[in-house]
């Protein structure tokens, strides 16, 4: 058997030993210091963004800014159906009622035409979200501008969850950039890794002085420990905030890296019928985080399930598109507002391996899908 090619595995860039080492070094191991100060800064650099708070997950990021925002329990939150779970969850947790929204066609994303329609139903109904959430999905920013214009109208604030975008842009600037607030993250799967790992970034320095304050138990300018309200332990350790520094300064050869991998699989796939890859509007450079493609079973000759077993026969790893929220039973009852492109995304889509991979190890991939294909 050939050796597993994994979606999208965590992989190193050479200087995380040289970071890790120095920090162990100098005892400033704990979630605090110079060390997640530097990462932040970074971070900064590489969104646009003029603050950072760097915490200990994506989804700790998400649920500081629900925080940030005062989500409270029977407000509506409103995000993209396609989604991964940890975009609305922490929101759920907090007793929100989620919406969730279809996608439009050409990105995959937010559906703004579908946004607006619903905002002035909301308003009609007296019920405005606390917050629109888009999703810059599998590296592809969201419409931003158009969805920053259509909120500003009812005043909702916008939270990005650009946790699969890093080193995206939109219209030329880092995506997130406009938005209240944008939660990245740092996971093992992500484009740039800390081992775990995640941040909240806005241009409002009181947005992230209040994160920050939440992520450190909420503890007010006192000796004896006063607290006017709880907050959570969500700091993000100096130990992985040195792999983070470390990788984030490879941030654009790892884009580069990632858009080859798309640009060869075009390249290889593209004459294939019924076999279509997510598309990149003129607006988006995205960061074909994940390499994803949409099957066309009448004229391909075969479904993603099907292909997906091939390439599992072969000890390649490939993964549907994720199941949108409104089917999942965590969210039973929910339904998805528009025409129903999240679930024929789900339903026709696959996402191949997609990390830092040898040629040789995508020609692996290509062969059996041209394989499977049977016009
Ligand atoms: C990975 C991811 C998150 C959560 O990030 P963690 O760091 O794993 O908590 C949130 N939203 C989306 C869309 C993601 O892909």
Not at 217 to 238: I, N, V
Request: hydrophobic content about 45%; overall charge neutral; proline content about 7%.
């Amino acid at each position: 058997m050939r050796p597993r090619l994994h979606l999208s595995p965590p992989s190193l860039v050479g200087g995380e030993l040289a970071t890790l080492s120095r920090t162990l070094t100098s005892g400033w191991i704990a979630p605090a210091g110079p060390v997640p100060e530097a990462f932040e800064a970074a971070l900064c650099g590489a969104t646009g963004f003029e603050h950072a708070a760097a915490v200990a997950s994506g989804t700790a990021a998400l649920h500081l800014a629900y925080r940030v925002l005062g989500v409270e329990r029977g407000d509506e939150v409103w995000t993209q159906s396609l989604t991964f779970v940890a975009t609305i969850a922490p929101a759920v947790q907090m007793g929100a009622k989620p919406r969730f929204l279809d996608v439009a066609p050409d990105s995959w994303t937010l559906d703004p035409e579908v946004l607006e329609t619903q905002l002035r139903l909301a308003a009609r109904r007296g019920k405005l979200p606390r917050a629109v959430v888009p999703v810059d999905l599998y590296g592809q920013p969201a419409d931003l501008d158009v969805i920053l214009e259509i909120c500003g109208r009812w005043g909702v604030p916008v939270l990005c969850d650009s946790a699969e975008a890093l080193g995206a842009h939109y219209r030329g600037r880092p995506v997130g950039k406009g938005a209240a607030m944008a939660a990245f993250s740092f996971n093992g799967n992500k484009i740039i890794t800390a081992g775990g790992g995640g941040a909240l970034c806005s241009d409002d320095p009181a947005l992230i002085a209040r994160a920050r304050h939440l992520a450190t138990q909420a503890k007010e300018a006192a000796p004896h420990y006063q607290h006017e309200t709880t907050g959570y332990s969500y700091g993000l350790s100096s130990v992985l905030a040195s792999v983070g520094l470390a990788q984030i300064g490879a941030l654009r050869a790892r884009v580069a890296a990632r858009r080859l991998v798309f640009a060869r699989y075009a390249e290889a796939l593209s004459d294939l019928p019924g076999l279509t890859l997510m598309p990149e509007p003129g607006w988006a450079q995205a960061t074909r985080w994940l390499t994803v493609l949409q099957l066309d079973p009448a004229r391909f000759g075969a479904t993603p399930e099907e292909l997906r077993r091939e390439l599992e026969a072969a000890n390649i790893e490939s993964r549907p598109v994720w199941k949108p929220l409104h089917m999942q039973p965590a969210f039973r009852g929910a339904r998805c507002h528009g025409p129903g492109q999240a679930v024929r995304l789900f339903e026709r889509g696959l996402c191949l391996p997609s990390g830092a991979m040898s040629s040789a190890d995508q020609d692996r991939v290509i062969e059996i899908i041209r394989a499977v294909f049977r016009g």
